[in-house]
T-cell receptor, first 109, second 114 residues
């Protein structure tokens, strides 16, 4: 299976701190994507990093990809209460995306 | 701009009953997907479609059927519901293959099978 596995399962930080979560996967990928899900809502795409890229930035988000280690990380800088959500990595191959179980991030005011 | 709309949002069924979940997208996307989300298991792909008139099996297709008669609609059917199908179902669409670009998700349909 291509499914990514996020680590940690849960993370609690203070507002203003950085949040880092990791994703590991098993086989070759076309790209890796990160999504956010607020409680009771659908998933929202955050960022896509292609297999030939090593790092990508979008606002307060920084994603890295190490294909030799089959791993990726998502860093959220200067976290806000509105960043409280579950974050999922998704590995892309063929026509499909395979999702991990997610990291639940709680940002305390 | 509605994006991806799922109906119904909530449904309670008895074991053995049938139902259909409707997904409609107004973005003219070719690719559409049905996922289920269960606690601690992330999202698992049930079926997907790469264009009007096409369907394909995903990771967990048993007990479900799908149809894509119109480009904008992707229907997920349960012929004989089982308690194991209690889940939150998400539909998604994309203009290109999920392997190449982002997916756009609906808000989910929460199904309980008693």
């Amino acid at each position: 299976s291509q499914q990514g596995e996020e680590d940690p399962q849960a993370l609690s930080i203070q507002e203003g701190e950085n949040a880092t979560m990791n994703c590991s996967y098993k086989t070759s990928i076309n790209n890796l994507q990160w999504y956010r899900q607020n409680s009771g809502r659908g998933l929202v795409h955050l960022i896509l990093i292609r297999s030939n890229e090593r790092e990508k930035h979008s606002g307060r988000l920084r994603v890295t990809l190490d294909t030799s280690k089959k791993s990726s990380s998502l860093l959220i800088t200067a976290s806000r209460a509105a960043d409280t959500a579950s974050y999922f990595c998704a590995t892309a191959y063929d026509y499909k995306l395979s999702f991990g179980a997610g990291t639940t991030v709680t940002v305390r005011a | 701009n509605a994006g991806v709309t799922q109906t119904p949002k909530f449904r309670v069924l008895k074991t053995g009953q049938s139902m259909t979940l409707l997904c409609a997208q107004d973005m003219n996307h070719e690719y559409m997907y049905w996922y289920r989300q269960d606690p601690g298991m992330g999202l698992r792909l049930i079926h997907y479609s790469v264009g009007e008139g096409t369907t394909a099996k995903g990771e967990v297709p048993d007990g479900y059927n799908v149809s894509r008669l119109k480009k904008q609609n992707f229907l997920l059917g349960l012929e004989s519901a089982a308690p194991s199908q209690t889940s939150v179902y998400f539909c998604a669409s994309s203009p290109v293959s999920g392997a190449d670009g982002e997916l756009f998700f609906g808000e989910g349909s929460r199904l309980t099978v008693l």
